[in-house]
């Protein structure tokens, strides 16, 4: 005889395993139980995707250009950097920390790259490694700093966004940049997949995702755990295949303005995205690991009696997101062709921490996914996108965005508050 535990025996709501615990038999249970969560105020990424929607259906019928095979692949390499960037900052936001020092990480781990690459003519593989390791280097900083000391992630990493941007500009000179013309680095946003591979990689997508939730499925009945029905499954692996194979034959279509020229495939860069999510989701959610971070989010004391390093865990969530930020701080680069001394500063830090509230991870620590990150990063960019196309203002761009962002945090605060009045938070 198995027993189910109940939400008020674990709080288990805000670490993204509650659904191990619960077990609807239909269909039609499991979706009244999804909505009777959202009415108490679990809603994770539901607002970011309905909201996504709105911005897909104005643009479009705002501007025909907006859903064209050419600026949506313009999207997806705009989105790139930002989603890379609020990948990374997920897990210091999980801790209920902040990393102010992010973006800039980001631009002096791409100057390190490019310099690499200019004056000692390193190969791209090598160049690439030393950026990442370089921003790895700084959030090991960051995180003793934070984990040791106890100074508070706000001062530590304000204290590195000042002094990482002395560094740029000592290595490039004010006013000076690098250009990145290194085919491959180059290639990362510029670049396409071939039509055919682009359909294989989205055939193992949607195939490998099947087949995961399925032996996942039939594993939980075998071990008679509480599981999911197969309708909610089969809609999971459908909703996955409808977005993978729709990206992809957009993509596969010529979306050149020239006759003469021939565009098509997936940009590099979205294959790379795929591969994050895919590490950043099984790294959070089927590794001991993950589950630290979650426990340290929700209640670091309460971890720590359990015998949970978190010292060990705050160190290693800043060299996550200063490693994913200098891998940002890369593409940005490839994208822009040059790393300049304003290389990740001004408003990249504001946007990708935007994205990652956006897309339904919790300011408050413990509750966030690394998908999260991608859907509130294409919301991002798909305002600035958005409103790019129908020739706005900068300043609309910037309280557009402000805007969203504070009614995402609104939500965030009322759902966690109607959670704790409900007893799932």
């Given at each position: 005889m198995t027993t189910v535990r109940s939400d008020s025996d674990v709080s288990l709501a805000d670490a993204d395993f509650s659904g191990d615990t619960r077990a609807d038999e239909t269909f039609g249970a499991a979706v009244r139980g999804y909505l009777q969560r959202v009415r108490g105020g679990d809603m994770g990424s539901l607002p970011a995707v309905l909201g996504l929607v709105v911005l897909f259906v104005v643009f479009g019928l705002a501007n025909d250009r907006f859903l064209s095979a050419l600026n949506l692949a313009n999207l997806i390499t705009q989105a790139g950097s930002i989603c890379v960037l609020a990948m990374g900052l997920?897990?210091?936001?999980?801790?209920?920390?902040?990393?102010l020092s992010a973006g800039v990480a980001?631009?002096?781990?791409?100057?390190?790259?490019?310099?690499?690459?200019v004056n000692l003519s390193w190969p791209w593989w090598a160049a690439l490694l030393v950026g990442i390791a370089c921003g790895a280097l700084i959030g090991l900083a960051i995180?003793?700093?934070?984990?040791?000391?106890?100074?508070?992630?706000?001062?530590v990493t304000l204290a590195f966004f000042l002094g990482l941007q002395g560094v740029t500009l000592k290595l490039i000179g004010e006013g000076g940049s690098v250009r990145v013309d290194d085919p491959v680095i180059r290639g990362?946003?510029?670049?396409?997949?071939?039509?055919?591979?682009?359909?294989?990689?989205?055939?193992?997508?949607v195939l490998g995702f099947a087949g995961l939730e399925l032996h996942q499925h039939r594993r939980k009945i075998a071990l008679r755990l509480s599981h999911s029905p197969l309708g909610v499954v089969v809609a999971r692996v459908g909703a996955v295949a409808a977005v993978v194979l729709g990206v992809t034959y957009v993509m596969s279509?010529?979306?050149?303005?020239?006759?003469?020229?021939?565009?098509?495939?997936?940009?590099y860069v979205l294959p790379l995205m795929l591969v994050l999510l895919i590490a950043m989701t099984v790294v959070l959610r089927r590794t001991s690991y993950g589950r630290h971070i979650y426990a340290v989010g929700g209640n670091a004391e309460a971890a720590r009696r359990a015998g949970i390093s978190v010292d060990r865990i705050r160190v290693s969530v800043f060299v996550v997101c200063s490693s994913l930020a200098a891998l940002s701080g890369i593409i940005a680069a490839s994208y822009a062709g040059k790393v300049s001394a304003s290389s990740g500063a001004g408003n990249t830090l504001l946007y990708a921490v935007g994205a990652a509230v956006i897309g339904g991870t919790s300011l408050f620590g413990g509750k966030g996914r690394a998908i999260d990150a991608v859907i509130g990063g294409v919301v991002v960019a798909t305002i600035a996108n958005g409103l790019g196309l129908l020739n706005q203002s900068s300043y609309i761009n910037f309280l557009v965005t402000g805007g969203v962002l504070l009614l995402a945090a609104s939500v965030d605060a009322i759902s966690r508050r109607r959670r704790s009045s409900t007893g799932l938070g």
């Open positions: 997920v897990f210091v936001l999980l801790l209920g920390d902040i990393d980001g631009g002096v781990s791409a100057c390190a790259m490019a310099l690499i690459v995180g003793l700093l934070r984990a040791k000391l106890g100074i508070p992630s706000f001062v990362l946003t510029i670049s396409n997949l071939p039509v055919a591979a682009g359909w294989a990689i989205a055939g193992v997508v279509v010529n979306r050149s303005v020239s006759a003469v020229a021939d565009i098509r495939g997936i940009p």
